[in-house]
């Protein structure tokens, strides 16, 4: 490796997650949580991390991790406690006696994920099934995954280099993917930027090199553009939380620098300004006071509070041509959209009082889709490929005529759109239009397009070059149910052939 990561200069204790969980829950009752580290530290005695260091310094940052996106005592506690059972001569048994069940239960579902040791694909593929059975049980164990994943990346160089790669790799492609789809922005921009330094060190360097200049010139005067807004909104009697200059993620504007030929010029939120005020009402009239004060880029206004993308993120997105002669973009949110840009899923935590918490069943649907997957395909290899593609794949929103919002993944087709509503639009689609225009079976369908089918219902079912563009596993499971019923009857279609798409 030509880049070798410093070491953390901080070394986390058991006092830092005290005053990590303190922020959030002033009076929390932390004793359980001390006898768990007072375990944990007992179970790994001897044991050493690759650095050298005490094996303890991992699942305190582990619990540490989970403390930064404020969860809840039972998740913080099974951090600690995470690689007891698997590593150790204590059992699970031994965690529930001391710790109680919801603890066991976390661990139990963590540990049962293994440490993904990588033992081929067979081992991979049925380790990544368990995790989605886990966490359709409890969807924490996933974040103590994540926090145990995230410390893993961070002293990854002490680990031999092809394993080096394949951990950042499966962060990056499975951990960071399933991040962005519960909405954790903070803890995927985290895997995704420290993934990509040991994928691509090159290409890491160029990005920092590259933004270097254009972010010295943005900071310049940044201080007074805040000024000048802050000023006006205050005698538009908005009442401001906070505005501030949020540095776009190494990965992210990496992706983006490659969208546009790799040319920085064209990033205008290399360094975006978020304004965080009390109301919905605020955001709008927020964006309506900047609007005035200076001139929108546009095309680039994007209300993602009347369309929230699929993941749940909610704001209001501007570029502005400010009088300082520079573009900014300015992204309006409320607090509690900014808890849920941050935290996503995690949020739901932040705030639990007693009782049970409310999850968005909707948002958690795609977790059994990826379960039922498996029930579908023959080989680890089709399963692998169709998580990636399906669950993994950027995701899209598109309207029907009527406005509903209809999720899909990158690429999706209206053949795609037709079988996601309902299976008798998809066999009897017999072509489209897009924003009003008649479009080709096999357009790209873009976010924000409204997409309407056109029935023919003489139709017989699909077509078979269909399966050359269509992009969906849904879409391809009917159309080959649909051929196959037509196949006995009218059509004498070979399938054979098709079952390799
Ligand atoms: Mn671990």
Request: aromatic fraction near 8%.
């Given at each position: 490796m030509r880049l070798i990561k410093k070491l953390q200069v901080k070394q986390i204790t058991i006092n830092d997650v005290i005053d990590k969980i303190r922020e959030y829950q002033p009076d929390v009752d932390i004793e359980l949580l001390e006898l768990a580290y007072d375990f944990a530290k007992e179970a790994h005695k001897g044991?050493?991390?690759?650095?050298?260091?005490?094996?303890?310094?991992?699942?305190?940052?582990?619990?540490?991790?989970?403390?930064?996106?404020?969860?809840?005592?039972?998740?913080?506690?099974?951090?600690?406690?995470?690689?007891?059972?698997?590593?150790?001569?204590?059992?699970?048994?031994?965690?529930?006696?001391?710790?109680?069940?919801?603890?066991?239960?976390?661990?139990?579902?963590?540990?049962?994920?293994?440490?993904?040791?990588?033992?081929?694909?067979?081992?991979?593929?049925?380790?990544?099934?368990?995790?989605?059975?886990?966490?359709?049980?409890?969807?924490?164990?996933?974040?103590?995954?994540?926090?145990?994943?995230?410390?893993?990346?961070?002293?990854?160089?002490?680990?031999?280099?092809?394993?080096?790669?394949?951990?950042?790799?499966?962060?990056?492609?499975?951990?960071?993917?399933?991040?962005?789809?519960?909405?954790?922005?903070?803890?995927?921009?985290?895997?995704?930027?420290?993934?990509?330094?040991?994928?691509?060190?090159?290409?890491?360097?160029?990005?920092?090199?590259?933004?270097?200049?254009?972010?010295?010139?943005?900071?310049?005067?940044?201080?007074?553009?805040?000024?000048?807004?802050?000023?006006?909104?205050?005698?538009?009697?908005?009442?401001?939380?906070?505005?501030?200059?949020?540095?776009?993620?190494?990965?992210?504007l990496y992706k983006k620098l490659l969208r546009k030929d790799r040319d920085i010029n064209q990033i205008y939120d290399i360094i975006a300004l978020r304004i965080i005020v009390p109301s919905i009402a605020d955001c709008y009239k927020t964006m309506g006071v900047l609007h005035n004060m200076w001139r929108p880029m546009p095309g680039r206004i994007k209300d993602y509070i009347s369309v929230p993308k699929p993941n749940g993120y909610q704001s209001l997105h501007t570029t502005i041509f400010t009088d300082y002669g520079q573009i900014v973009e300015v992204q309006i949110r409320t607090q509690e959209m900014h808890e849920q840009a941050e935290f996503g899923i995690a949020a739901h935590w932040h705030y639990k009082e007693s009782g049970a918490i409310k999850l968005p069943q909707e948002q958690l649907k795609w977790i059994n889709e990826i379960v039922d997957i498996q029930k579908k395909v023959n080989t680890n290899e089709e399963y692998l490929r169709e998580i990636k593609l399906d669950i993994f794949s950027d995701r899209i929103y598109v309207f029907t005529p009527q406005g509903d919002v209809i999720d899909l993944p990158e690429g999706a087709t209206p053949v795609d759109f037709a079988y996601h509503v309902h299976t008798y639009l998809g066999n009897h689609c017999a072509g489209a239009k897009i924003n009003d225009k008649m479009a080709q079976l096999d357009s790209e369908l873009k976010s924000g397009d409204i997409v309407e089918i056109i029935v023919d219902k003489k139709r017989k079912g699909p077509s078979a070059d269909w399966f050359d563009f269509v992009k969906t596993r849904s879409a391809r499971d009917h159309m080959k149910t649909a051929l196959k019923k037509n196949s006995r009857g009218l059509f004498n279609l070979d399938l054979s052939n098709l079952r390799k798409k």
């Open positions: 044991q050493k991390r690759a650095s050298g260091e005490p094996y303890i310094i991992h699942p305190l940052h582990t619990a540490y991790n989970l403390a930064k996106i404020k969860l809840d005592m039972p998740t913080i506690i099974a951090g600690l406690l995470h690689d007891v059972p698997e590593d150790t001569d204590r059992t699970l048994e031994d965690v529930e006696k001391n710790f109680g069940k919801e603890v066991a239960q976390l661990v139990y579902g963590v540990t049962k994920l293994g440490t993904l040791k990588y033992r081929g694909l067979e081992r991979y593929a049925e380790n990544l099934r368990k995790m989605f059975i886990a966490m359709t049980k409890d969807i924490r164990v996933i974040f103590v995954k994540f926090a145990d994943r995230l410390h893993n990346l961070e002293t990854l160089q002490f680990l031999p280099p092809e394993k080096q790669k394949r951990i950042a790799l499966e962060s990056l492609e499975i951990y960071a993917a399933i991040a962005n789809r519960l909405g954790m922005n903070e803890i995927k921009h985290q895997l995704e930027d420290a993934a990509f330094q040991t994928l691509s060190p090159e290409e890491y360097e160029w990005v920092m090199s590259s933004r270097k200049e254009p972010e010295r010139i943005l900071l310049k005067n940044l201080e007074k553009i805040k000024k000048k807004i802050l000023k006006e909104l205050h005698d538009h009697d908005i009442e401001t939380i906070v505005v501030v200059g949020r540095q776009k993620m190494i990965y992210s």
